[in-house]
């Protein structure tokens, strides 16, 4: 027993002596490779860029990791107890390194080949660790690989001493627990917490703060969600060591033991959390792009990084606005979704009134969206990943879509020609030449085999029912059976909606919201293009009267007007003879006010053909943020030159129209959307000031008349219950595929649109799918809500500006039909005069 104290004792001075003659060579040779204290005390960090509201409130973050950096204080005592228990027993007793854990480490493996002897390092080591990046060693020779980690050994043991004399122990624990990853998106002890038990590390259970240190050892090997019953035996044994330390006693630890490891609790943050994620994702793609374009770089030249740069980001968002939308959108199209699945029960909107070949396209377009979704695309992946790498690598990268694949097969099959496949567009005809050396190479006839198996696997496990979340407005989602294929088609069963608030005076977008759910409908329908209906009206209505001098009083028959070839200002090639929405005509006589609150399209062609062109209908859209000369990418004109756009037969997005009403709610003047009102950098200095584009696009004359219009069409049994000076159009586009409703307030635009994703998820009458019924009443929702909240900053009171001098005689129509009957009775006695005079020359 003497024998072995003493060999015990020589091992230990020689570890001693080594360590030091060791650390001496290191610190000789590599010394200026150490970081300084200054480094230490201001170790660097990727700052988080933040979002902030029009108030100052932050309501979302950019970054690679987000940390909530917590001090010694905030910590839970049970984690602290469970880390020093687990991890470093002597922690207060050492000055960064344990030479005694160190000697025992290698006392053990050496003398008697224990591997499993314990671990050598401190906390204030492992803190070292994470703070100083070790050098990659993959492809690095052994000799130079054992030296390269043995050198970054030492380091790390050199920056914990210096470590312990630059922070309190208190400091090393928290800044620690603060480093570290916890996998699955937690950074820190507190996002850990949070993540995998939905609460703060104030309020953990002694198990489960025995869980989270127990994954310090290695947190993908003991990753709760994907290993549980492991991490549960760690979580023991963290237990364990805690009652070998006096901090449970054996009851306590033996009920612990018993405790089943629970992630029900588990939630991994999404850009669907939290306020606004349709603006936020746009805000996203907005600011990839804005720096390059505006030539905005730091002072030494180089590109802002949003995720690394701390960026503080000033929206012009309204939290306040955007909860009260967000409420307004998910009410009403409750009642929208009801009355759809009511109308629609036992019946299949994907076959409804389609012949075979719209039928087939249906069909076709709902196997798309499957293959669209991240089951189908990981399956593809695992399937034909590596085929198509090597295509990829070997034929520069030409795009193998399944598309591309099923055309190149029908071509290898001689069923199709080349000619054909790239007439038809289904091949780029740039890209021949390598699709043709393709099919003659032995990957094609792997990657064809692999793409029919690939179909059938699909086959297979899309009509598989399994166990799956899918949404509910009722508790947000529930659990179902359901197979792949019919989850995509229940959920493109639901109706979706856009809406924008803007202030017409600043352009400042007050409240985005771009779907019903962003969880499970990332698409945004705010820059969404869709047929506007009558929406548009009101721009042919103001150019009737600038530049045709018609009255808003004048009259006009509710009957059908054709324009035809021989119109040439519209150079169409037959006639255009549309109906009204109901399809009748009353024959009954029309003024400008009365024309737009029914909607009437008679008195819209009739205006139009006044005009004589579409041609000052673009120029006005042009001046009102609608780009007139802007092609799509099939290569047609988004406006085009045709009168059919007159009545809302063109595609265009809520966020252009919502822009385009700011004229009429700003005496006549447009004003570009804006989202973001400045940058400022980590220092606060502004690196961009967001400035709209501001247009003088109608004489405020026949703005004011546009005003009393839009007014009218809200009034008496079309009012919308509020308190608010308001104005509006809706629109209803062909099969009620498409509600709209704009609507202005002194100090607001809103522009609400609801509709399906695919143009036949609708209602079947114009009584249930018209824009007053889909998507009026979302705006008297939000603005009751706004009307209600003494703390919104609203102020219902505000009127329109004072119409201009003229004003009153325009708009008398009591005066206009006087001055015209007696403008009549004067050219009647006129011709009168001129008759007799004729007869008695005569």
């Known amino acids: 027993?003497?024998?072995?104290?003493?060999?015990?004792?020589?091992?230990?001075?020689?570890?001693?002596?080594?360590?030091?003659?060791?650390?001496?060579?290191?610190?000789?040779?590599?010394?200026?490779?150490?970081?300084?204290?200054?480094?230490?005390?201001?170790?660097?960090?990727?700052?988080?860029?933040?979002?902030?509201?029009?108030?100052?409130?932050?309501?979302?973050?950019?970054?690679?990791?987000?940390?909530?950096?917590?001090?010694?204080?905030?910590?839970?005592?049970?984690?602290?107890?469970?880390?020093?228990?687990?991890?470093?027993?002597?922690?207060?007793?050492?000055?960064?390194?344990?030479?005694?854990?160190?000697?025992?480490?290698?006392?053990?493996?050496?003398?008697?080949?224990?591997?499993?002897?314990?671990?050598?390092?401190?906390?204030?080591?492992?803190?070292?660790?994470l703070l100083y990046e070790r050098p990659k060693t993959s492809g690095v020779s052994f000799p130079k690989r054992i030296f390269t980690l043995v050198k970054?050994?030492?380091?790390?043991?050199?920056?914990?001493?210096?470590?312990?004399?630059?922070?309190?122990?208190?400091?090393?624990?928290?800044?620690?627990?603060?480093?570290?990853?916890?996998?699955?998106?937690?950074?820190?002890?507190?996002?850990?917490?949070?993540?995998?038990?939905?609460?703060?590390?104030?309020?953990?259970?002694?198990?489960?703060?025995?869980?989270?240190?127990?994954?310090?050892?290695?947190?993908?090997?003991?990753?709760?969600?994907?290993?549980?019953?492991?991490?549960?035996?760690?979580?023991?044994?963290?237990?364990?060591?805690?009652?070998?330390?006096?901090?449970?006693?054996?009851?306590?630890?033996?009920?612990?033991?018993?405790?089943?490891?629970?992630?029900?609790?588990?939630?991994?943050?999404s850009q669907s959390d939290g306020p606004a994620p349709y603006f936020r994702a746009e805000l996203t793609k907005f600011l990839r792009t804005l720096f390059t374009k505006e030539n905005i770089k730091k002072a030494d030249g180089?590109?802002?990084?949003?995720?690394?740069?701390?960026?503080?980001?000033?929206?012009?968002?309204?939290?306040?606005?955007?909860?009260?939308?967000?409420?307004?959108?998910?009410?009403?199209?409750?009642?929208?979704?009801?009355?759809?699945?009511?109308?629609?029960k036992n019946m299949d909107p994907w076959t409804y009134d389609a012949d075979n070949y719209q039928k087939k396209l249906r069909a076709s377009i709902l196997e798309s969206q499957c293959k669209s979704s991240d089951r189908y695309l990981a399956l593809r992946d695992k399937m034909l990943g590596a085929t198509l790498n090597s295509i990829a690598s070997k034929y520069s990268g030409i795009p193998m879509s399944d598309n591309i694949i099923k055309t190149l097969d029908s071509i290898y099959t001689n069923h199709k020609t080349w000619h054909q496949a790239t007439e038809a567009k289904k091949l780029d005809v740039s890209k021949q030449g390598e699709y043709h050396r393709l099919l003659n190479d032995d990957l094609w006839v792997s990657l064809n085999a692999q793409y029919k198996s690939l179909q059938d696997s699909f086959q297979a496990i899309f009509n598989r029912p399994i166990k799956m979340k899918v949404f509910d407005y009722d508790e947000g989602e529930k659990e179902v059976v359901m197979s792949p294929y019919d989850s995509v088609r229940y959920h493109k069963?639901?109706?979706?909606?856009?809406?924008?608030?803007?202030?017409?005076?600043?352009?400042?977008?007050?409240?985005?919201?771009?779907?019903?759910?962003?969880?499970?409908?990332?698409?945004?329908?705010?820059?969404?293009?869709?047929?506007?209906?009558?929406?548009?009206?009101?721009?042919?209505?103001?150019?009737?009267?600038?530049?045709?001098?018609?009255?808003?009083?004048?009259?006009?028959?509710?009957?059908?007007y054709t324009i035809s070839p021989a119109d040439s200002g519209f150079g169409l090639g037959e006639e255009w003879s549309p109906a009204n929405a109901e399809e009748r005509f009353s024959g009954e006589k029309y003024n400008l006010y009365r024309g737009l609150l029914y909607s009437k399209?008679?008195?819209?062609?009739?205006?139009?053909?006044?005009?004589?062109?579409?041609?000052?209908?673009?120029?006005?859209?042009?001046?009102?943020?609608?780009?007139?000369?802007?092609?799509?990418?099939?290569?047609?004109?988004?406006?085009?030159?045709?009168?059919?756009?007159?009545?809302?037969?063109?595609?265009?997005?809520?966020?252009?129209?919502?822009?385009?009403?700011?004229?009429?709610?700003?005496?006549?003047?447009?004003?570009?959307?804006?989202?973001?009102?400045r940058i400022e950098d980590k220092n606060g200095k502004v690196i961009y000031n967001g400035i709209p584009e501001r247009k003088s696009a109608i004489n405020p004359l026949y703005n004011s008349v546009m005003v009393s219009m839009l007014s009218n069409n809200v009034s008496g049994s079309?009012?919308?219950?509020?308190?608010?000076?308001?104005?509006?159009?809706?629109?209803?586009?062909?099969?009620?595929?498409?509600?709209?409703?704009?609507?202005?307030?002194?100090?607001?635009?809103?522009?609400?649109?609801?509709?399906?994703d695919d143009k036949w998820i609708r209602f079947r009458s114009i009584s249930e799918g018209q824009g007053s019924v889909m998507a009026k009443p979302i705006t008297s929702i939000f603005l009751q809500k706004l009307e209600q909240d003494n703390d919104s900053g609203y102020n219902y009171n505000e009127n329109f500006p004072n119409p201009p001098t003229g004003y009153k005689e325009l708009t008398d129509c009591g005066l206009y039909h006087t001055e015209r009957k007696a403008t009549e009775m004067n050219t009647s006695t006129d011709q009168k005069s001129k008759r007799e005079v004729f007869d008695e020359e005569f």
């Open 1 to 129: 027993m003497q024998s072995n104290h003493r060999y015990s004792k020589i091992i230990y001075a020689i570890a001693l002596a080594s360590f030091g003659l060791m650390v001496s060579v290191f610190v000789f040779f590599t010394a200026g490779g150490i970081a300084s204290f200054e480094e230490l005390e201001n170790p660097k960090y990727d700052l988080a860029s933040v979002i902030y509201d029009v108030r100052g409130e932050a309501f979302g973050r950019y970054y690679i990791e987000e940390r909530v950096a917590l001090t010694y204080d905030k910590l839970s005592p049970d984690v602290v107890h469970a880390l020093i228990s687990t991890e470093d027993v002597r922690f207060y007793k050492h000055s960064g390194i344990d030479l005694r854990a160190l000697s025992r480490v290698g006392f053990k493996t050496l003398a008697f080949g224990q591997k499993s002897s314990g671990g050598g390092s401190t906390i204030t080591q492992q803190l070292a660790k």
């Open 302 to 344: 180089s590109e802002y990084n949003i995720y690394t740069d701390g960026l503080k980001i000033y929206t012009t968002l309204d939290l306040t606005y955007q909860k009260y939308a967000e409420e307004a959108v998910t009410e009403h199209m409750i009642k929208n979704q009801d009355r759809f699945n009511r109308i629609w």
């Open 718 to 756: 079309s009012g919308m219950r509020v308190k608010s000076k308001i104005g509006g159009k809706t629109g209803t586009t062909n099969d009620f595929a498409d509600g709209w409703f704009m609507g202005i307030t002194p100090s607001l635009v809103i522009g609400v649109w609801v509709g399906g």
């Open 152 to 269: 970054s050994k030492f380091k790390e043991w050199i920056i914990a001493v210096k470590l312990e004399r630059a922070y309190t122990k208190e400091e090393i624990l928290a800044m620690y627990l603060n480093k570290f990853e916890f996998i699955n998106g937690a950074h820190g002890i507190e996002a850990a917490a949070n993540i995998y038990f939905n609460k703060s590390q104030a309020d953990l259970t002694i198990p489960e703060a025995a869980t989270l240190v127990g994954m310090l050892k290695n947190p993908s090997l003991y990753n709760p969600k994907r290993f549980p019953d492991r991490c549960e035996a760690r979580r023991n044994v963290v237990l364990n060591l805690m009652k070998d330390n006096g901090y449970i006693d054996k009851s306590t630890l033996q009920a612990f033991e018993k405790e089943p490891l629970d992630m029900s609790s588990f939630v991994r943050k």
């Open 493 to 560: 069963m639901f109706l979706q909606s856009a809406m924008m608030v803007v202030e017409p005076s600043t352009g400042f977008v007050k409240a985005w919201v771009g779907g019903v759910n962003h969880k499970y409908f990332k698409y945004d329908h705010i820059t969404m293009r869709r047929s506007v209906g009558s929406t548009i009206k009101p721009f042919v209505y103001t150019q009737a009267m600038a530049l045709a001098g018609i009255s808003p009083c004048q009259e006009f028959e509710d009957m059908q």
């Open 601 to 677: 399209n008679s008195i819209t062609v009739r205006l139009i053909k006044e005009l004589g062109t579409v041609e000052p209908i673009r120029d006005l859209m042009n001046n009102l943020g609608i780009d007139k000369n802007l092609r799509l990418e099939n290569g047609r004109l988004a406006v085009p030159a045709v009168p059919s756009i007159c009545l809302g037969a063109v595609d265009l997005t809520p966020l252009e129209m919502t822009g385009a009403y700011t004229a009429f709610a700003n005496n006549g003047s447009y004003t570009q959307p804006i989202f973001i009102s």
